[in-house]
T-cell receptor
Framework: GENVEQHPSTLSVQEGDSAVIKCTYSDSASNYFPWYKQELGKRPQLIIDIRSNVGEKKDQRIAVTLNKTAKHFSLHITETQPEDSAVYFC????????????FGKGTKLTVNP | NAGVTQTPKFQVLKTGQSMTLQCAQDMNHNSMYWYRQDPGMGLRLIYY???????DKGEVPNGYNVSRLNKREFSLRLESAAPSQTSVYFCASSTQGGNQPQHFGDGTRLSIL
C-alpha cells in the first residue's frame, strides 16, 4: 500500500526566512497531494493541495511542487512569520480515484521572532 | 454553517467500557472519515464511508465499528475500550470523488485508563 515519508520532523527558522518540507510517496498511481496545517490543540486545516496534472501551485507565501517521476512533493513557505509555527502534514491519495488519504508523520515548524 | 461537529470533546473511560463518538456535517458531503492521531504518528484512517449505508476499512480498523445512518452523521464505536485506543479522534468529510479536500472537526480527546 501507499507509504508517505515526511522530512524533516522538526524545523526551526528565523522570521523572514524560507521553510521547505519534503515528502516522498511510494504508489505511482497517487494523484492528489494535500498539505494540512495543525496548530496546537486544533483541527488540521487544508492550506494547499496539488493534483498530478500540475507541477507547481502557489498561493501567496505558500507553494507546493510535485515531481511525479521521482515521487516526491514539497511545501515551500516564504517570508515566514511566527503565526506559521505549527505542525504541517503532507498526504497522498491511494490512486485510481480513491478518496482515502495516507498522511506523513508531520513536521513541527517553529518560526523564531 | 458549523462544518464538521464532533461530540464529546473530551472523554475518560475505563478499560472494557464502551463508547460512541458522534460526528455530523452540514456541508452536504457524501464522504466521511474517522482518523486517530497519536504523537509522532500523523493521522491514520480508521474507517471511511462513501455514502449512506456504506463503510470501508482504513489502515487501523481493529477494535472499532462505525455506522453511517444518514448523509449527515457518521459514528465511531469502541465496544471494549483498551489503553492502546487512547488517542485524539478526528472526523472529516469531503465531496464525493477522488482528489477532494477533506474538512476536519475539532476532535475528541479520549483517554482509556
Amino acid at each position: 500500500g501507499e507509504n508517505v515519508e515526511q522530512h524533516p520532523s522538526t524545523l526551526s527558522v528565523q522570521e523572514g526566512d524560507s521553510a521547505v518540507i519534503k515528502c516522498t510517496y511510494s504508489d505511482s498511481a497517487s494523484n492528489y497531494f494535500p498539505w494540512y496545517k495543525q496548530e496546537l490543540g486544533k483541527r488540521p486545516q487544508l492550506i494547499i493541495d496539488i493534483r498530478s496534472n500540475v507541477g507547481e501551485k502557489k498561493d501567496q507565501r505558500i507553494a507546493v511542487t510535485l515531481n511525479k517521476t521521482a515521487k516526491h512533493f514539497s511545501l515551500h513557505i516564504t517570508e515566514t512569520q511566527p503565526e506559521d509555527s505549527a505542525v504541517y502534514f503532507c498526504a497522498a491519495d491511494l490512486g485510481g480515484g480513491s478518496e482515502k488519504l495516507v498522511f506523513g508523520k508531520g513536521t513541527k515548524l517553529t518560526v523564531n521572532p | 454553517n458549523a462544518g464538521v461537529t464532533q461530540t464529546p470533546k473530551f472523554q475518560v473511560l475505563k478499560t472494557g467500557q464502551s463508547m460512541t463518538l458522534q460526528c455530523a456535517q452540514d456541508m452536504n458531503h457524501n464522504s466521511m472519515y474517522w482518523y486517530r492521531q497519536d504523537p509522532g504518528m500523523g493521522l491514520r484512517l480508521i474507517y471511511y464511508s462513501a455514502s449512506e449505508g456504506t463503510t470501508d476499512k482504513g489502515e487501523v480498523p481493529n477494535g472499532y465499528n462505525v455506522s453511517r445512518l444518514n448523509k449527515r452523521e457518521f459514528s465511531l464505536r469502541l465496544e471494549s475500550a483498551a489503553p492502546s485506543q487512547t488517542s485524539v479522534y478526528f472526523c472529516a468529510s469531503s465531496t464525493q470523488g477522488g482528489n477532494q479536500p477533506q474538512h476536519f472537526g475539532d476532535g475528541t480527546r479520549l483517554s482509556i485508563l
